[in-house]
């Protein structure tokens, strides 16, 4: 691991103010110490957010569940609130990487990072949430950009991450046998307004997929997802898992949603 | 006092390995130690043109780097293959030289060239950034299947072939199919896993300047074998000057079996700097260079009757040595493979043909079973598909070619000496409800879902012995084992064995063997491992040798130190040797009922001699003390088998694989202790299933492994298995007095073929390679709906 200078922020202003394209903001690390101990990431300044007490914490409103940044992925999954309001994420913060992650992974840290094969970001997306960062309050299908990136500038820090509460919701994934990471994770959620289905895994950033939801807008049922055909065009290919074959369970695990809503 | 073997005695290692007081070779810091950072080739095959070091000489903390050149100067020599195999023709396999740093070539990504030591870990990274090698990269050759017409990667070995070896009758089997009423032909992979040890290889080399004697800690199942390879072929010191000692090792399944390149770098460079080295594997150096196991590709054939009796075998095999061949490289899938190949069966003909060739990847070697698994995965798979053919019930098709009658004159080598083949797999049957299967699966159709149920018998030949017989295979040593009891003055005992244990529970085992033979408590008996300054040469832990090899050299010990005491007794009781009974820790005189405790004869045999309370002169013709040693080398391998059966349910619209239930009834002879053995058996399973579902070492076609991190190499975890249904039936072995069989491989070999067994009956007799990952399994059940759907 290369030096770098470390900073405990104590709020948000002083955390954005020491931030620069040369540095990167810890919460929960476990992405970022790793890629830093691997040799593939290094900074000059790492700015610790751990300590800011505004970040962490959630609440729940008649329509909204809001999860502070730096609130752990156990929180979460064992907030008794959460699981009220929104089962379906409660279970899949339960089912992030390991309980010495979800111990100390961040919800923010992950939507921050964006992975492709990560669990959250497709939350965001069925659960039309709101990305507040300290300037503004981004959607989330504005908010994810690509591999690894988001609409994010580098002072910018994330302080909540608000969700609609759906009237139903599921999310199902097949896991990576070796991390665990969402081969493909698919999160069917129905709200008044609309149906969303957040896909992760399948391609290099998550996205919303309009023809499932339309179907499913039609009929509400995993008979209706049937005669959706899916592309393997643009979708991710590795040892674990063909292009075709994650095509293919982005719609058996779009059934396995819908059926669990 | 009640037997200990046979009981449930709670581990005393626990204390120590649960409460992260175990002491590993990465534990151990000795003052001024410097750091040792490998350079390792990025190339799976290049010519080295030039290293350039002056850079990273010039930087921070900088001790030394050495190079291939420095090594060659120094005449420092190589590593090697254990075991000499002849090809069919009668010449002598071929076998590259393997420096412990590549000079000129270098053959697999990871392949040392060159070892900084600086006097900070961060240091010795920095330096090792700036270490310049210029290479001419060359075409690698990756694929198995295509070595033998691939350009030869080592000078002199013509179509990269080390040997083409043969075992068995090609004419008798020929004649044995010509009589066939129907021939099975199967063409598998036995794809390529990576040990996984938990504890990186590593080690800490102590080089004393005044004594001259190097003291190498290090990762080894087998530290005496180190010591005499490192010493004899690699001329580092003479075996006086070089003490090995591997303490707690946290797991091996083969993989430390070998003496490898670090250390003897590490050791000849410490004398050369005059500094202490340490070296910790990191985990991707782990999985590039800890020796790989199985990946053979092969092509197998039974002969069979229309009511399915066997005729004949044939296994064609190619076998992946690697860039290299080690220790049990080329053994493994020799000796330690074709004889098992026709497996537990009657089988009038047969042969095992193999051929085991060189590749651009790291060197493969022992992985837990070597060989067996291979073997008996071949046959088991063959012999399904033969019932599936055939229209006959897998257990019915394998009762048919059990033999009954033991000893068993196994076709192609074994002697068995002992077994009973058919109520191992009555008994398994019963334990699964083998009937209810067909209920179970109609449940699962309900569910949309598919169920497969899946058998295997197998059996094994572990314990590899007697020596004569080893070497005239072609072993470098003769595979016996040592062990010394000494009884302290004041009654307590310390065993030293030559056996290693790394995870295999030895002061447990060994000590209720010892407690069971000398009558004194466990708690009072220490066994010592593991370090070559102490206790005699010991050949170590691998093959399920520890318990039927060295535990035997251990009662035989104990034996002698009874019978050293009974002459002792008898002089103190006033009566003759053969009047004095052993029982319980006492010696007895029946007719005077007098009696000496243990304790108390070792106490005596110290204090030889009469002065005030103390009365014990020592029978003429003794000497003082009660040592004795004991060298024991089995008149041959111990031959556990078994029977395995499980049930797997299948999501066709997934094609993930749940492993539902698993019985496995196993004859290990005489158990000394149920838990550890079941802990063997435990873990067996979980490799076992892991080669069956999940596990799959893979190189690209330019020799890159791109399976070298957790985030890619799937391994078993526990929430992919189901509680395991353990059963056991006991034939005792003919060929040591305990009675004892190997445990340790059993699972291993079983598991893969039972696994795979259910999975394919699931799929409707529809072959699919391994490891069943989900993908290649929801592929099969398409291509079946498809096939079911055309058939309607």
């Known amino acids: ?261 | 006092m009640a037997s200990l073997v046979g009981s449930r005695v709670e581990r005393k290692e626990d204390k120590r390995f649960l409460t992260g007081k175990g002491r590993y070779t990465s534990d151990i810091n000795i003052a001024n130690q410097t750091y040792a950072i490998f350079i390792r080739s990025p190339h799976a095959r290049a010519k080295i043109k030039k290293i350039d070091t002056s850079k990273a000489l010039k930087s921070s903390g900088v001790v030394e780097i050495l190079t291939g050149e420095h090594i060659a100067q120094d005449k420092i020599g190589g590593l090697i293959a254990g075991w000499a195999i002849r090809s069919e023709d009668g010449s002598e396999m071929k076998c590259p030289a393997n420096p412990p740093l590549a000079k000129d070539s270098v053959n697999f990504v990871g392949d040392p060239v060159a070892v900084v030591f600086a006097e900070t870990l961060d240091e010795a990274r920095a330096a090792a950034e700036l270490v310049k090698v210029d290479y001419k990269v060359l075409k690698a050759v990756s694929n198995l299947g295509e070595a033998m017409n691939s350009e030869a990667i080592h000078d002199g070995i013509d179509k990269n072939l080390c040997y083409d070896w043969l075992l068995g009758d090609r004419q008798k089997t020929k004649e044995a199919f010509d009589k066939a009423d129907k021939i099975i032909k199967l063409d598998i992979v036995n794809n390529r896993l990576i040990p996984n040890a938990m504890e990186p290889r590593a080690c800490v080399i102590d080089y004393n300047t005044a004594s001259e004697e190097i003291t190498c800690y290090t990762t080894s199942q087998n530290p005496h074998l180190s010591r005499l390879i490192m010493s004899a072929f690699g001329g580092v010191a003479p075996e006086n000057k070089l003490r090995v000692v591997a303490p707690d090792v946290g797991g091996g399944f083969g993989s430390k079996i070998n003496l490898y390149n670090e250390e003897i770098v590490c050791s000849w460079a410490s004398k050369k700097i005059e500094r202490p080295i340490k070296w910790v594997a990191e985990r991707t150096e782990s999985f590039l260079t800890d020796t790989h196991g199985r990946d053979h590709i092969t092509h197998a054939e039974l002969a069979v009757t229309n009511d399915g009796k066997f005729l004949g075998f044939k296994n064609e095999t190619i076998a992946n040595l690697g860039a290299y061949a080690r220790v049990f490289g080329t053994v493994t899938p020799t000796y330690l493979f074709g004889p098992c190949a026709t497996g537990v069966y009657i089988m009038p003909a047969a042969y095992s043909n193999v051929k085991a060739v060189y590749t651009n990847t790291a060197p493969v070697d022992a992985y837990r079973g070597a060989g067996r698994p291979e073997a008996t995965y071949t046959i088991e798979r063959i012999v399904d598909k033969a019932a599936m053919e055939l229209g006959m019930d897998p257990i019915e098709i394998r009762m048919k070619n059990f033999p009954t009658e033991f000893p068993f004159k196994q076709t192609l080598v074994h002697q068995i000496d002992s077994g009973d083949y058919v109520a191992g797999l009555n008994k398994a049957k019963e334990m699964a409800d083998y009937d209810g299967f067909s209920t179970r699966k109609k449940e699962s159709e309900s569910k949309g879902k598919l169920r497969g149920i899946g058998v295997t018998s197998y059996f094994e030949a572990c314990g590899i012995a007697p020596s004569p017989v080893v070497m005239m295979l072609g072993c470098g040593v003769g595979l016996w084992e040592s062990a010394e009891v000494r009884f302290n003055p004041t009654g307590q005992v310390t065993v030293y064995t030559g056996s290693h244990s790394h995870g295999q529970s030895h002061q447990t085992t060994f000590a209720q063997i010892a407690a069971d033979e000398l009558g004194v408590p466990i708690e009072n008996i220490d066994v010592v491992h593991g370090d070559t300054d102490k206790g005699t040469f010991g050949m170590g832990t691998y093959g399920s040798r520890s318990l039927t090899v060295g535990g035997i050299a251990i009662v035989n010990a104990c034996k002698k130190i009874v019978n050293k005491g009974k002459r002792i007794a008898a002089k103190m009781l006033e009566a003759s040797p053969d009047e004095v009974d052993f029982k319980n820790g006492e010696f007895v005189v029946a007719k005077s009922n007098k009696k000496k405790t243990i304790g108390e004869v070792a106490f005596a045999s110290y204090l030889p001699g009469v002065r005030d309370e103390v009365k014990s002169p020592l029978p003429e013709g003794d000497e003082p003390g009660l040592i004795e040693s004991s060298f024991f080398d089995p008149a041959n391998f111990s031959f556990p088998a078994g029977s395995h059966i499980c049930e797997v349910e299948i999501d066709p619209e997934t094609g993930h694989v749940k492993l539902d239930k698993y019985t496995a009834v196993d004859d290990f002879g005489t158990i000394v202790n149920p838990l550890i053995v079941e802990g063997q058996v435990h873990g067996g399973l979980a490799q076992g299933i892991g080669q069956a579902l999940y596990e799959n070492a893979q190189y690209d076609d330019s020799g890159q492994l791109i399976t070298a991190s957790y985030m890619d190499y799937t391994m078993p975890r526990a929430d992919d298995l189901p509680d395991f249904n353990l059963g056991f039936t006991c034939t005792k072995a003919t060929t040591n007095p305990l009675g004892v069989k190997g445990c340790g491989e059993a699972g291993t070999i079983a598991a893969t073929p039972t696994v795979m067994n259910a999975v394919i009956n699931a799929l409707g007799g529809k072959e699919i390679s391994l490891p069943a990952t989900a993908e290649k399994v929801w592929k099969a059940c398409k291509e079946m709906k498809k096939t079911n759907a055309e058939a309607a």
Do not use: W
Request: charged letters at 20%; aromatic letters at 6%.
């Open chain 1, 1 to 261: 691991m290369k030096t770098f200078n470390y900073h405990s922020a104590k709020d948000v202003k002083e955390a954005s103010k020491l931030a620069s394209s040369n540095s990167a903001f810890l919460a929960g690390g476990m992405t970022t110490i790793p890629s830093m101990k691997l040799g593939l990431a290094s900074y000059k300044d790492i700015i610790d957010i751990k300590r800011i007490k505004k970040l962490t914490g959630i609440k729940v409103s008649g329509k909204t569940v809001t999860i502070g940044a730096t609130t752990k992925h156990s929180e979460v999954a064992s907030s008794k609130d959460v699981k009220k309001a929104i089962p379906s994420l409660a279970a899949l913060a339960e089912g992030i990487g390991d309980p010495q992650v979800r111990n100390r992974g961040t919800i923010g840290g992950s939507i921050a990072n964006n992975d492709p094969a990560a669990d959250y970001p497709s939350a965001c997306i069925a659960l039309n949430a709101t990305i507040h960062t300290n300037n503004r309050s981004i959607d989330a299908e504005k908010f994810f950009r690509g591999m690894f990136e988001t609409c994010l500038k580098s002072t910018e820090v994330i302080e909540t991450i608000e969700f609609s509460i759906p009237e139903k919701s599921s999310y199902q994934k097949l896991p990576n046998p070796a991390s665990r990471y969402a081969i493909i994770g698919v999160y069917v959620a129905k709200h008044k307004t609309g149906i969303n289905v957040g896909v992760t895994g399948a391609k290099s950033c998550v996205y919303n997929d309009k023809d499932l939801a339309g179907a499913l807008t039609k009929n509400f049922s995993s008979s209706a997802i049937d005669s959706v055909k899916i592309s393997s065009s643009g979708m991710n290919s590795d040892i674990h898992a063909s292009s075709d074959y994650r095509a293919n369970m982005v719609k058996a695990f779009a059934k396995k949603a819908v059926d669990a809503c």
